[in-house]
């Protein structure tokens, strides 16, 4: 696996694919969603947004409790201007029981604030603030919306 990072850090994207496919078949069914969720992180980088999407719902049947994949859903179905796509994801992350959910919030309210939707976005930045106080991007956010409405 850890190989598969390096080469997509490279940016040798078939390289990293063929290493992470190589992975998947010698994990744990709980290591499984590292490798898939690294498959996102490929795509994405390489600006293939419905592969990364894939993959990330492919981490999220993995491990469905775990906020972080359908964070990352939601961040590359928002990259694509599938607003209330990337809402849904986000909406998912916040039940989840594992992970940053304040980013989660805060990913939340940056998708309602592109939709034009400035309280329900404020009260997204708000509850990310609540869960962590030190929060900058949230607070920053928070200001931004506050003048919005």
Same mark, same amino acid.
């Given at each position: 696996?850890?190989?598969?990072?390096?080469?997509?850090?490279?940016?040798?994207?078939?390289?990293?694919?063929?290493?992470?496919?190589?992975?998947?078949?010698?994990?744990?069914?709980?290591?499984?969603?590292?490798?898939?969720?690294?498959?996102?992180?490929?795509?994405?980088?390489?600006?293939?947004?419905?592969?990364?999407?894939?993959?990330?719902?492919?981490?999220?049947?993995?491990?469905?409790?775990?906020?972080?994949?359908?964070?990352? !859903? #939601?961040? %590359? $179905?928002?990259?694509?201007? &599938?607003?209330?796509? +990337?809402? =849904?994801?986000? @909406?998912? /992350? *916040?039940?989840?029981?594992?992970?940053?959910?304040?980013?989660?919030?805060?990913? !939340? #309210?940056? %998708? $309602?604030?592109?939709?034009? &939707?400035?309280?329900? +976005?404020? =009260?997204?930045? @708000?509850? /990310? *603030?609540?869960?962590?106080?030190?929060?900058?991007?949230?607070?920053?956010?928070?200001?931004?919306?506050?003048?919005?409405?």
């Amino acid at each position: 696996m850890l190989v598969a990072e390096a080469l997509s850090d490279l940016a040798r994207y078939e390289e990293a694919e063929q290493a992470y496919a190589k992975a998947l078949e010698h994990m744990s069914d709980d290591g499984k969603r590292l490798a898939l969720a690294g498959l996102g992180h490929l795509f994405r980088a390489a600006g293939d947004y419905e592969q990364a999407a894939s993959w990330y719902r492919k981490a999220i049947d993995a491990a469905p409790n775990n906020a972080g994949y359908p964070i990352y !859903l #939601g961040a %590359v $179905l928002a990259k694509q201007g &599938r607003l209330h796509e +990337a809402e =849904e994801a986000h @909406r998912t /992350a *916040l039940t989840c029981d594992e992970g940053d959910i304040s980013e989660a919030y805060w990913n !939340l #309210g940056s %998708v $309602l604030r592109s939709r034009d &939707r400035f309280a329900d +976005a404020a =009260e997204c930045f @708000r509850a /990310a *603030l609540l869960l962590d106080p030190d929060y900058a991007e949230a607070k920053a956010a928070l200001d931004d919306v506050l003048g919005c409405y």
